[in-house]
């Protein structure tokens, strides 16, 4: 047996002698000399050994002989300075920065680190574990860009960078995240917007620093439906950017086109800080009975469990619930009652809570589902049941992970996504070793290629993408497509620039039904503010039209349904209330059911239908462009539940829509988030009668007290 290998199989219980020390020193040594310090056989020999220290599994004596093997891997957070001499303590402290006190930097991120501050655009293919979002904070803290732009794919992402900028930054940059924060100008400001968001804003000039999170997601075939967008993001930031930088993992290579090719150092690495355990379960027997054996071995250490969607997640947790995994504590049992209290009583999601089980999938309320992964980040809870959404749009991970399903909704997932489930397990400074659990075959390893269609033959691509770039930059065919498609389809140039990202057939199909209504009963679409009754219902078999056309998600699926249920979510002014009304209206006997409608319908309130009613908008103005038509405080209403705009900012920022409706009478007439965070600093909250134990943590968790 090779001393990997015995150092792979090492069980806690288990001891290493000095010559298995020894040995694994020699043979990772031998690696490095003839290699640098990314060999990865090195690396792992450095990882599992700091991991028999932490567990106590080294012989007396061998603890420092340990710390210089990182040390020559380059692993200079895990090691102690005082245990070298001057030379290389003084190499140590040169990979030293300051954020909100002293923290090291490994090797290859000062690399990286130095391209960037050089004035390099960067794109950067690096693990999971290897630590983008320091290297981001590093660039800030050296170089001080007066204006940042950060294009995140996800809300949840974007608020757990609110909380890390400010906290480290906010004395001296400004971190807008939402539309309608105001930009003056002057202050030195980090934007933290999704790609829509920035593309609302019309206010961002110069950028010094460009900063694009997962880039692979600007491929059309990641199948992420709203590439365009980032697409067109990436378009209108880069010529203004002075500096680029681009991270995600698992990229081979990547395709700008002749234009930008030559302006980015493309930067692939397998760099890790911590390695992995594939644990393969596929001849276990039953896939139930070996996972909840499997779970209840661990122990209670923090575990991810992957499963393919919503439903399979939900229905895994009450499998696992009823199989008797649990870590009941006293806060636990305060968390289940309290989602119980503010969302839905008999909520399957409010009993796992109560057994130290939650889930995390794109239904599940947005602070809620933040919340969920404050605490088991926190170790407060122990299991949480993810999908998709959490494993590309959270920064999380645990000691284990269960690969419980090998589809994302319906599809099998590709070695990419599956690599990105795998790099979950462990995290720098937390979890040195990570097991996975694998229940199928896992698919077989290709290297990912990310094609930037926008930059490399925008003229080749969309419809959309086509109508929203400068002619100049297109090919003759481009500029052709560009030219014809206003007269073979009907539609103006605006519609098609605007709205094209829904995709042009199924805007020809609305546009069509939108005439044949103005033809037969024009009131029914010519209205301003808020619609009556007949006119709501109108705008709701159109807006259907779109989330059907769009295969997107709804709850309901009738128009006088959807409208019904509009009007209900603008008149009740309790979220549970809404929530209990749904239900019972729809699905009076299955609960789940109604629950998981009830949060696909309220989901669909905030993009899809006023992103459908918006385009309805377009083409009512451009078959009377004279009418009085404006649909836009209706949408805007619908975007924010028909609540307060700063309520679903607030619930961006991790306090639940339930507790802001609560505390509404606190917080007053306010403009936005800012002004009502403010107020919130400014009481005292446990001084608030009706406040419970988890009330008091979310609020203390969003305010930063």
Known sequence: MSIVERLRKLESADSLTSNDVFDAIFAAGSILSGADREADSALEIAIRLLEARRKGQLPEGCEEAVEYLAEECGLYPYVDPKHFGHLTRSVIEAHAIDLRGKVYL???????????????????????????????????????????????????????????????????????????????????????????????????????????????KLDPDRQDGRYETLNLALYKALPRARQCFMAGPHI???????????????????????????????????????????????????????????????????????????YLSSFSSLLGDWVERNYHMGWIVAEGCRHGVVVHHGRVPRALGQLFVQLFDRGDIKILICTSTLIEGVNTSAA?????????????????????????????????????????????EVETRVDV???????????????????????????????????????SESVLREHGGMGVELLVDVFERVKEVLRTDPGKLIWVRLPSFDQRRVIAELALRVTHGRKQPSGLHSGPRVSWAWSQLQKLNSFSAFLSWFVTTFHSAETEKGLDAAFQFLQACEFAFPRAIAAIEALVMQVVPHAQVSYGLFIAGMENWFRPSWMKELDEAGIPIPLAERLRMFIGQVDGKSEALSRLKGLDLSGISGLDAVDLYVLRSALGS
Do not use: C
């Not at 990547?254 to 644990?279: H, Q, S």
């Not at 070695?415 to 075959?441: D, K």
């Not at 269609?453 to 002619?471: I, K």
């Open 400 to 444: 284990n992970v269960f690969v419980y399903d090998k589809k994302i909704s319906r599809t099998d997932f590709d070695f990419f996504s599956f690599a990105n489930i795998r790099g979950r397990v462990g995290r720098m400074m937390r979890h040195f070793v990570g097991n996975a659990y694998l229940y199928h075959e896992p698919p077989s």
């Open 252 to 326: 081979q290579t990547i395709e700008l086109g002749e234009k930008w090719a030559g302006n980015f150092r493309f930067v692939k690495t397998d760099y890790r800080t911590v390695t992995v355990n594939i644990i393969d379960r596929r001849a276990g027997g039953e896939r139930l009975a070996v996972f909840l054996s499997d779970i209840s071995a661990v122990e209670g250490q923090s575990s991810l469990v992957f499963t393919a969607s919503p439903a399979s997640a939900e229905t895994l947790m009450g499998d696992m619930l009823q199989h008797g995994v649990s």
């Open 106 to 216: 490994h090797s290859k991120q000062m690399q990286v680190l130095l391209w960037l501050l050089s004035g390099d655009n960067v794109i950067l293919s690096a693990p999971t574990s290897f630590g983008k979002s320091l290297l981001v904070d590093a660039l800030l803290a050296r170089s001080r860009p007066h204006t940042v732009v950060m294009i995140l794919p996800t809300i949840a992402l974007i608020d757990e960078a609110r909380r890390r900028l400010a906290a480290t930054f906010g004395e001296s940059y400004f971190v807008i995240t939402s539309v309608s924060d105001v930009y003056d100008g002057e202050r030195p400001t980090i934007f933290v917007l999704t790609q829509e968001r920035f593309l609302q804003r019309d206010d961002v000039g110069d950028i010094d620093l460009l900063f694009i999170d997962e880039f692979y």
């Open 453 to 491: 269609p926008v930059l490399s033959d925008p003229g080749l691509s969309t419809d959309f993408l086509v109508m929203n770039v400068e002619s100049e930059e297109l090919s003759p065919i481009g500029r052709e497509r560009q030219r014809s498609l206003p007269i073979s389809t009907g539609l």
